[in-house]
């Protein structure tokens, strides 16, 4: 396995796994903070830069779409990063709350915790059964 997919796989699953126990342990500290995010332009667009600068270098850096699972879904992340990116530089204010209501973050927290939490494990767990080459 190529050392920038090993090294993007621990890196990403080990964040993913710190963050879903965050986001498990304290839930309502969670939920304020995502909507103080979307009740301020200024850390709305701190956060869509910085989230473009590190989807736009996972991009240009890991853009693998064959080779196994890991490396695709290392490379899905730098996208979807970039995405998320995009759509927080150019969400029209006002949007922000059709975004949160569309997710229903405070009903659905423990579902997304646990996607983030599986996700995490299998990246660190491949991550770290991979040998780099």
Not at 39 to 55: E, H, N, R, Y
Request: hydrophobic share 60%; proline share 2%.
């Amino acid at each position: 396995m190529q050392l920038r997919t090993v090294f993007l796989s621990r890196l990403i699953g080990i964040y993913c796994i710190v963050c879903a126990i965050l986001m498990a342990v304290r839930r309502q500290f969670t939920l304020d903070a995502v909507a103080a995010l979307f009740t301020s332009p200024l850390a709305m667009f701190v956060t869509g830069v910085f989230t473009l600068i590190l989807g736009l270098a996972m991009i240009l850096g890991h853009n693998y779409w064959s080779g196994g699972a890991l490396r695709v879904i290392v490379t899905m992340v730098g996208w979807v990063a970039t995405l998320k990116a995009v759509l927080i530089l150019f969400m029209p204010s006002g949007m922000q709350t059709v975004y949160l209501n569309g997710f229903r973050l405070a009903e659905n927290l423990y579902l997304y915790t646990a996607v983030l939490f599986v996700l995490g494990a299998y990246l660190t767990w491949a991550g770290f059964r991979a040998k780099p080459e």
